[in-house]
């Protein structure tokens, strides 16, 4: 267990629906990723966030945006969903903004139908 | 520009075997670090080593071996007498002093057959 707690496990909505995936971090780490994998492809960076502040954007849609919230906990919010957004989307912490080890959560995996 | 390259996408062993998973990276910063996360068949990823450029001591944590060569650029990973539980998407990465963002290699798949 790494610490990272992610809700849902599994979801499963249709096409143009919204969804809000939750990352909870490990105890006492500041930053919080977010990450997509599609089956058998790797690691899609989409963002970072740092005690609450935007660190980092990779490969995020417009349709996708996040926060992370006082106490820490992020949200990542996927809007007007399409089939394509279908994958396993992955939080991770560590405990500064760069250099330091990532602790994955279990991941939530989304079908959009 | 900052790169990882994992050059096999898939490796296949008969159980016993040893096994290297290589890993290149590029970068230009001085200072930098280095990892491996193992991505199993049940999806969880899980980190297994970071390394500091700084630091080019090998480093072995029982069966798994690390290798880092500044002047490869390499930070090769080895299973000793493999185990159908090591069977596992492995990847390395690569974090910059100078920039926020991991860069990932796109993983070898690694497959132990029993």
């Known amino acids: 267990d790494s610490g990272v707690t992610q809700t849902p496990k599994h979801l499963i909505t249709a096409t143009g629906q919204r969804v809000t995936l939750r990352c909870s971090p490990r105890s006492g780490d500041l930053s919080v990723y977010w990450y997509q994998q599609s089956l058998d492809q790797g690691l899609q960076f989409l963002i970072q966030y740092y005690n609450g502040e935007e660190r980092a954007k990779g490969n995020i849609l417009e349709r996708f945006s996040a926060q992370q919230f006082p106490d820490l906990h992020s949200e990542l919010n996927l809007s007007s969903l399409e089939l394509g957004d279908s994958a396993l989307y992955f939080c991770a912490s560590s405990v500064m903004d760069r250099g330091y080890e990532q602790y994955f959560g279990p991941g939530t995996r989304l079908t959009v139908t | ?114």
Do not use: H, M
């Open chain 2, 1 to 114: 520009a900052q790169k990882v390259t994992q050059a096999q996408t898939e490796i296949s062993v008969v159980e016993k075997e040893d096994v290297t998973l290589d890993c290149v990276y590029e970068t230009r910063d001085t200072t930098y670090y280095l990892f491996w996360y193992k991505q199993p068949p049940s999806g969880e990823l899980v980190f297994l080593i970071r390394r500091n450029s700084f630091d080019e001591q090998n480093e072995i944590s029982g069966r798994y071996s690390w290798n880092f060569q500044k002047s490869t650029s390499s930070f090769n990973f080895t299973i000793t007498a493999s185990q159908v539980v090591d069977s596992a998407v492995y990847f390395c990465a690569l974090s910059e002093n100078s920039n926020y963002q991991l860069i990932w290699g796109a993983g070898t798949k690694l497959i132990i057959k029993p």
